[in-house]
């Protein structure tokens, strides 16, 4: 079984509507995060959390939130998605900060 | 910004060939370097750590130069399945987060 999961692993939705992508791990870290990878920029960090009462925006958080529900859960959602959300979204866990484990990523499409 | 700079390639190498390529980093501040590995439509996966003594791996051998502020990547005798985009991070010491590069792309032809 995977250490990271990630649902769901595509989704198609059309602008204004507000979508919940999530994140689950058995890795028992405390450190989760969440990035969006677009082809020519890079992966870029969107949100992340240090435990289940720790949130702290990252470079391109504006238009999303976050939400740890349990060490184990880190969810990401799209109040209002736009079409330049459009990208893979990757959840990764770490225990120390240093090597990062990511999910096998969530495609969304917003037409 | 902090950023991290990597030639995109891609690199067309012939298989058993010896490849190598670097990256930049503007934040002298940056303690801790990695090379990741991502396949096509896959999540990426740690390579290796980079230290400052440098450090070897099987065929991958990494550097860092602190003063020039730059990373490589050195991988002997190619294989097929090294085709992949190789990503260069960068951590600051203290902080969360990686500052990831853009990638280089890397094909091995038979």
């Known amino acids: 079984d995977a250490d990271v999961t990630q649902t769901p692993r595509n989704r198609i939705t059309k602008t204004g509507k507000r979508i919940m992508l999530e994140c689950s791990q058995t890795k028992g870290h405390d450190r989760m995060y969440w990035y969006r990878q677009d082809p020519g920029l890079g992966l870029r960090l969107i949100y992340y959390?240090?435990?289940?009462?720790?949130?702290n925006k990252g470079e391109i958080s504006d238009g999303y939130s976050v939400s740890r529900q349990a060490q184990a859960k880190f969810s990401l959602s799209l109040e209002s998605a736009i079409p330049n959300q459009t990208a893979l979204y990757f959840c990764a866990t770490s225990a120390s900060g240093e090597t990062q484990y990511f999910g096998p990523g969530t495609r969304l499409l917003v037409l | 910004r902090k950023e991290v700079e990597q030639d995109p390639g891609p690199f067309n190498v012939p298989e058993g060939a010896t490849v190598a390529f670097n990256c930049t980093y503007s934040n002298s501040a940056s303690q801790s370097f990695f090379w990741y590995r991502q396949d096509c439509r896959k999540e990426p996966k740690l390579l290796m750590s980079?230290?400052?003594s440098g450090n070897e791996d099987g065929r991958f051998t990494a550097q860092l130069n602190r003063a020039s502020q730059y990373i490589s990547l050195l991988i002997r005798d190619s294989k097929l399945s090294d085709s992949a985009t190789y990503l260069c991070?960068?951590?600051?010491?203290?902080?969360?987060?990686?500052?990831f590069g853009k990638g280089t792309h890397l094909i091995i032809q038979p």
């Open positions: 959390s240090f435990d289940v009462k720790d949130i």
């Open positions: 991070v960068a951590r600051e010491g203290g902080a969360d987060g990686l500052t």
């Open positions: 980079v230290y400052s």
